[in-house]
């Protein structure tokens, strides 16, 4: 079995799939508020984000002595998280033919001397996302945090790349409104070609 993690994570996985609780409950813990950020960022509802995490653990435990990881545990967990929230996604039957109201300003444009540190504007970033409507914020989270590409996002979610195109163009304007104020122009297209992450 191909691994590409630490040697400690290693050790814990096979403990995992030899039926180990303790260490099951260490894996657990370690990423168990990461796989909820992250079906949170797609989502933007922490409650289902939570569930949607301890499935993938249930999963895990379940499945335990068949699973293979070929890549980092992390980007396996990640993955198996992602891929949940898409199958639930796809349960409520989002429609994206409808038109969604984009944000109107959600911040106030600062002065010209107006200078954020690294960490301000990463939270900048991170409300400008979040104020996004669901449809948009769900394509660009795929798109940029998660590294998707369009034809995979499409066949997920059964729409069209064309769909997906035209969400990215929508988000995208709304965030260079929301974001460009605080940024200098070189550091904003930095910003959206998914640089930023």
Known sequence: ??????NEEQDLFLK????????YRALFDRYYKYLVVTANNILGDSEMARDLAQDVFFELWKRR??????T???AYLRRSVVNKTLNFIKSRRMD??????MPESPYPTPDAQTLLEASDLEQVIHQAIAALPERCR???TLCRLEGMPHKEIAAQLDISTKTIEAQM???????REAV???VAPALLAWFVSGNFY
Do not use: C, H, N
């Open 72 to 74: 980092s545990l992390k």
């Open 169 to 175: 163009t929508r988000a995208i304007a709304a965030l």
């Open 138 to 140: 769900l394509i660009f």
């Open 16 to 23: 995992v799939k030899s039926g180990d609780k303790t260490a």
């Open 180 to 182: 460009g104020p605080y």
């Open 1 to 6: 079995m191909p691994f590409e993690f630490s």
């Open 96 to 101: 994206f033919t409808e038109p969604e109201r």
């Open 65 to 70: 002595e068949s699973i293979e990881v070929q």
